[in-house]
């Protein structure tokens, strides 16, 4: 008899994932009125310390699988390790992030373990009739479908910021098991070698809650640093227009819009940027939109749940101070 | 006496020039074999379609050079090079005519003519010839590559027309004749010759010469098939086999033919022997690269250089192909050979990736500068968009920003993903009626996504239903049936998506019984006029310009007239090169009183706005950007506007103002906005 709930932790730098954690409270929950225990696999090297770390957050017991080649993410290694510890254990539910590990990694397991997969779920709950029933969004948000499976395991991946932290409990203890990592050569396609990543101390756009973006309207690179500010103080990501990339002011990385990242955050403040449709089909589905810009005609506006027409270098330190004021 | 003269005089022998001319055809003629099985490599194909068009082209493109001599250095430097040759030729075939099939036609008028015309037309293609050198060779235009063929088929030309020369020098100068002064050019020769030479000399010059330009005229021969000479034939070839109607129209793929196990092409092989024998008929000319918005732009893509890289790869393939079989044929093992042969490149080097880079395939904006341009008729796009389907449909390896416009048109029938059941408001927002609502509607109405969903796009379908309503129109829309065309897909190679979105809009308008569709679109317009026709969607269809212009010609749309303004109109790629719409745009904005200022790229040679192709929904990584080169040659005319009449154009066009920062002296507006104002 399949049981147990399986969260597939994700750990970067030997810190556990955001989302991770995210899923480690609502799984808690969940196991708790299933009765199932709730189970933190972790792969990596050096992780024995990340263990008390998904106790605190509500694992029942952690599997640890520590060797140096699942140090560093790799498509076929991790495949390979989790697939033999999910058919090994037969959980009931196996769930990820819908990370860009999660969209790499989910849809190999499904095909390895043969069963269906929910993507990009926005939502988790369980039923008298059915174990697990997951919310998605389709037609771009315009509705919502209910997935459920009848096959063992079901496999989920789930939206960051889907759910919310529980506080940590350190009292918490889980049983610790080790695995050995046992991968098949054919599974060795890839070796990473070298990850070049910009030092950043602020959140990923894609992960953050809070987004301040510039635009045109920033006139220059050496004016993001009050938009830095700003993000500083409320602890937001910053982001940038398509024609501050184009004018080389931010990088690439930076970009929200159709041909750059596409974000949803609870919070999107636009300072000095138009709304052109490229743009709003990257952060469209922000739950609120704040603008900030000169021309009240500007299509931002049109779209936007609070509007500012001024001058963005007048109204953004303003902004900064005032939240200063508020958040310690 | 008549006028004429001796054709064998002063030689002996001269039956050795048989023997020479039977080895000079045995050359040429194993060049053509040799290059005909090359084009058997591909696939079969009928180009033998229409014979009295292909005739007119010949003679248009081919004698005529309409195509070359838009490029009036080049074009000039060439039309010298061909009529020179050309009455040349005739020359010799009369000569050929006298002395070997004893015709006696080489005396009296002919004689003289033949004499006037050789020696006239000879000095131009010598001069040509040399200006032809000094470009290659110390100009160094940036489109042409130089190889061994270059410098002997000019060095060869040259030495065939310098003897040709001399020996009528030596004849003159030795036994001169009354008509001597028509043979201009010989007679200036003879001059110095007979001043320096004695008779006996002259007669042992004129015999060394004689047979040194018979040997060279047999060498042309022989080294045709094998060298860029080949192209006066190959080119004709290709203008009469060249597409007419309609240009790129992606073939069509059946995805219910289930036996279908590849879509795309990434072998050579897979292309037809057409795609082939192009590869032989470039003539490395250039005019493709030199009008290719990607290359200019600083991109890796040169057109000029994927063909010359295919042709590099099917002389590889022949020689591999070649070397299989004899191996194959030692170990008696023919068939096992023969299976492995197919469907893989034997050459071991993979068309996709290894001979062209996939980004390459990725930077064409489909523009189709490069097949305008080019004398021959060598299609580059088709290649393009067949290869781009085997990426995405096999491999799914295309650029990342492409799968979130497919995802979007595929769940919500628009590149940006905004909710399907949003896209009548605005119009239904301005008093539009939708089909449902008005069954009855003369036209329909197809704003196409941008015209629906963009805002700075909507003041053009506001502007264009307040002119339709004031010359009064009946037209409705498909609201939110209609989804978008696909045009972007298709080109991207999404063959699959873009056969959904069309094989549903097709079903909504054939379901209404429309029959006459306006819209404001080129990407849409030529995707409705030209490729729906494929999936059974015929229907008449209308740019806006063009309707526009018929009303106001009609009198049912009166516009006032506002003299002082300027405006340069950017010719959409889309309307001008794929469907020839390049007067009614410029026709109406004369209408309303603005002054036309051209840019340096106008009409055929239009300069892409760098969205076409898909490449709406890319980066730009490399180089710079065309929106900006192109906006730059709107700023350097001074004028009030840039007119367009396309939404992929007013967007890129309209960036580029704002990124430039010239919004306050030039203006980015439809040939609808501006007409709006004159209401």
Known sequence: MAKGIFIIVEQRNLEIRKVSLELLSQGRKIADQTGDPLVAIILGQGIDGLA??????????????????????????????????????????????????????????????????????????????SFLVFKRPIYAGKAFEYLTSNVRPILATVRPNTFALAAPDASRSAEVVKEAADIDAADLRAILKEVAIAASKRPDLTEANIIVSGGRGMKGPENYVILEALADVIGAAVGASRAAVDSGWKEHKFQVGQTGKTVAPTLYIACGISGAIQHLAGMGSSKFIVAINKDPEANIFNVADYGIVGDLFDVVPVLTEEFKKIVK | MAATREVYWNIEGEHWLYLLFIFALIFFGYGVYKRVQLWKLGQPENRWKDVGQGIKDIIVYGLGHKRILKDPYPGLMHFGIFIGFLFLAFATAIITLQADFHLEIFHGWLYLFIKLTSNFFGLIALIAILVAAYRRYIQKPDRLDNKPDDAITLGLLFTILITGFLIQGVRIATIPDPWSAWAFVGQWTAIPLKAMLNEAQLLSLHRFLWWFHLVLAMAFIGYFSHSKLFHILLGLANQFMRNRGPIGIPELIDFEDESIETFGKSQLREFSWKALFNTDVCLRCGRCQDNCPAYLSGKHLSPKRIIQDMKVLMEETGVALEAAKEKATSVHADGEAAAASEGEEPTGRALIGEVIPEDDLWACTTCRSCEQQCPVFVEHVDKTIDMRRNLVLMETRFPGEAQLAFKNMENNGNPWGIGWSTRADYLTGVGVKTFAEDPGAEYLYWPGCSGAFDARNQKVSSALVKLLNAAGVRFAILGNEEKCCGDSARKLGNEYLFFSLASENIEAMNGYGVKKIITQCPHCYNLLKNEYPQFGGKFEVIHHTEFLLDLVKSGKLKLSRAAGKSVTYHDSCYLGRYNQIYEQPRELLKTVGLSIKEMAHTGEKSFCCGAGGGRMWLEEHEGLRINEMRTDEAIAVKTDYVGTACPFCLTMIADGIAAREVGEQLKALDIAEILEQAL
């Open chain 1, 52 to 129: 008390a770390t998904a106790a605190a957050s509500g694992a029942d017991k952690v599997i640890l699988v520590d060797d140096a080649k699942l140090a560093d993410y790799t498509t076929g290694a991790y495949t390979s390790v989790l697939n033999k510890i999910i058919r090994k254990e037969e959980p009931q539910a196996v769930l990820m992030g819908n990370t860009a590990i999660g969209k790499d990694l989910a849809p190999r397991l499904a095909q390895r373990l043969g069963v269906g997969l929910a993507s990009d779920c926005t939502g988790m709950e369980t039923d008298a009739a």
